[in-house]
């Protein structure tokens, strides 16, 4: 103990103590008065109702008895929630308080692991928070009162701490915590990386540190309310899962003495290949394989992050401008979540939107002047027409709609010049994708689907020829429809 709190102890008529599970209680002089709250852990649910039903009974004291000594093992503002539960009840009934320094548990963990906190940029991480992060149909086993942190959407879209840096988890009071701790660990670590589990730091004779794979953290024996648990810091190249990680590797490849072939591609040269992985993403999506989505994901995230360092190289903006305009604007467009903004429907969102949109450029620019002209044909015909029709140049039905393709087709069987034919041509597809907007189709995924269906078709009609020793380009034109329709039933 500190002096200021020994003396404030011996000079007290009574003393309060959250819990007698300290070895220090042992050694109290026999004459003081002491007091425990130990039966409220038997007697509540969670240790919220703990927590609160201590600082409740200590303001009633403090209301009769004037003055009162509430006593906690370690630092008061060191992992004591029953002490900040305190100071907020204190602070809303205007009850005068005075926090005493102790020595928490930390000094103690970092001579014994001849650590210097500062200079290694340590994180400190309390056992039950770390646990929200574990999934919610486990974390119910350390208690109720963490069943809102488990679900909490920050838990699940955030990392608890970063697991490059030495990490020390403190108050990991039994091995059921410790089980918990471990699955949310090993999303963050493999799980044979090294920990030191570290028991009654600074108890002579009794302090003991041991080193574990993280696997066996939850079937070492001992773990008590005086445990804690050290990670040393993973290689930066080894924590895979981060974003960090990847922009490390990524800038690595960029700079001096990495890849040749990297360090040589601009803006202009990356184009071919960002084009080529979003289809190859689009393909993914349309097999339906979802490995295969994961892995292509990564390669167009690539060539977003590519782009970014090659705008940062230039200094002409960064990849944290690239997230922080898009966070921005996602916030600002949604005034219905981020704002008190009421809509009724999703219609409504997009107007919205559009009107947003217009109110941050402001200047008069076309309905169509965003949309990229470099789009596939047919997807940015849809866009436009979808951009037409928002400002009110729309049919009334879709009847008109499909007047007009039998006007285009009538019109383009007509025509004997090559290049009127390509312009009605044009005009009839261009027909064609108003009635998909129309339908709520889209034409450019749904000609991709038809494509992928005659190419498979057709496959099989080859693969079908040569199981029957035919030759499919000698084939009448009956014989090669029948292989077609079987074609259609088959693959």
């Known amino acids: 103990m500190t002096l200021e709190a020994q003396q404030a102890l011996?000079?007290?008529?009574?003393?309060?103590?959250?819990?007698?599970?300290?070895?220090?209680?042992?050694?109290?002089?026999a004459e003081w008065c002491i007091h425990s709250f130990d039966s409220l852990y038997e007697e509540s649910e969670s240790f919220?109702?703990?927590?609160?039903?201590?600082?409740?009974?200590?303001?009633?004291?403090?209301?009769?008895?004037?003055?009162?000594?509430?006593?906690?093992?370690?630092?008061?503002?060191?992992?004591?929630?029953?002490?900040?539960?305190?100071?907020?009840?204190?602070?809303?009934?205007?009850?005068?308080?005075?926090?005493?320094?102790?020595?928490s548990f930390l000094e103690p963990v970092f001579t014994l692991l001849g650590l210097d906190p500062l200079l290694e940029g340590l994180q400190i991480v309390e056992a039950m928070s770390l646990a929200a992060y574990a999934p919610s149909d486990r974390s119910g086993e350390v208690g109720r009162e963490m069943d809102i942190a488990s679900e909490s959407l920050v838990s699940r879209t955030k990392r608890p701490f970063d697991p490059t840096r030495p990490a020390l988890i403190g108050q990991l009071y039994d091995k059921r915590l410790a089980g918990l701790i471990k699955i949310v660990l090993l999303d963050l670590y493999p799980d044979g990386h090294e920990v030191q589990l570290v028991r009654w730091a600074g108890m002579e004779g009794q302090e003991e540190k041991k080193t574990?794979?993280?696997?066996?953290?939850?079937?070492?024996?001992?773990?008590d309310h005086l445990t804690c648990l050290y990670l040393p810091p993973l290689p930066i190249e080894e924590d895979l899962a981060s974003f960090d990680t990847f922009r490390y590797v990524v800038a690595r490849l960029r700079?001096?003495?990495?890849?040749?072939?990297?360090?040589?591609?601009?803006?202009e040269s990356l184009k071919p290949y960002l084009i080529e992985e979003a289809y190859e993403v689009l393909d993914a999506l349309d097999t339906g394989d979802k490995a295969k989505l994961c892995e292509e994901l990564g390669d167009l995230l690539l060539q977003v992050l590519l782009h970014a360092l090659l705008a940062e190289e230039t200094d002409d903006f960064g990849f944290k401008d690239v997230v922080s305009e898009i966070t921005a604007k996602l916030i600002r467009r949604h005034p219905h979540v981020f704002?008190?903004?009421?809509?009724?429907?999703?219609?409504?969102?997009v107007h919205n939107w559009e009107q947003i949109k217009r109110g941050e450029r402001g200047v008069a620019l076309s309905a169509l002047s965003s949309v990229p002209k470099h789009m596939p044909a047919l997807a940015y015909?849809?866009?436009?027409?979808?951009?037409?029709?928002?400002?009110?140049?729309?049919?009334?039905?879709?009847?008109g709609v499909l007047e007009k393709v039998a006007e285009e087709l009538w019109e383009l069987g007509k025509v004997k010049e090559a290049e009127e034919r390509s312009d009605e041509f044009g005009d009839?597809?261009?027909?064609?994708?108003?009635?998909?907007?129309?339908?709520?189709?889209?034409?450019?995924?749904?000609?991709?689907?038809?494509?992928?269906?005659?190419?498979?078709?057709?496959?099989?009609?080859?693969?079908?020829?040569?199981?029957?020793?035919?030759?499919?380009?000698?084939?009448?034109?009956?014989?090669?429809?029948?292989?077609?329709?079987?074609?259609?039933?088959?693959?």
């Open 48 to 103: 919220e109702d703990v927590y609160e039903g201590i600082a409740s009974r200590l303001l009633e004291l403090a209301d009769r008895l004037g003055e009162i000594v509430y006593a906690v093992p370690g630092h008061p503002l060191v992992g004591e929630e029953s002490v900040r539960c305190l100071l907020k009840a204190a602070k809303q009934r205007g009850i005068e308080t005075k926090v005493i320094s102790g020595m």
């Open 212 to 223: 574990i794979p993280l696997y066996a953290l939850d079937q070492q024996e001992g773990i």
């Open 255 to 267: 700079g001096p003495g990495g890849c040749p072939w990297d360090r040589q591609q601009t803006h």
């Open 339 to 349: 704002a008190n903004r009421v809509v009724s429907s999703a219609v409504e969102v």
């Open 428 to 491: 009839l597809l261009f027909a064609l994708v108003n009635v998909a907007r129309w339908m709520d189709i889209d034409a450019e995924e749904s000609l991709r689907q038809a494509n992928r269906r005659f190419y498979k078709r057709f496959q099989y009609m080859e693969k079908l020829c040569r199981e029957r020793g035919l030759d499919l380009g000698n084939l009448n034109l009956e014989e090669q429809d029948e292989l077609w329709e079987v074609a259609k039933r088959l693959a």
């Open 10 to 29: 011996s000079e007290a008529k009574e003393i309060y103590l959250r819990t007698r599970r300290h070895p220090v209680v042992a050694q109290f002089p």
């Open 381 to 399: 015909a849809q866009i436009i027409q979808r951009r037409a029709a928002r400002v009110g140049f729309d049919w009334r039905e879709i009847e």
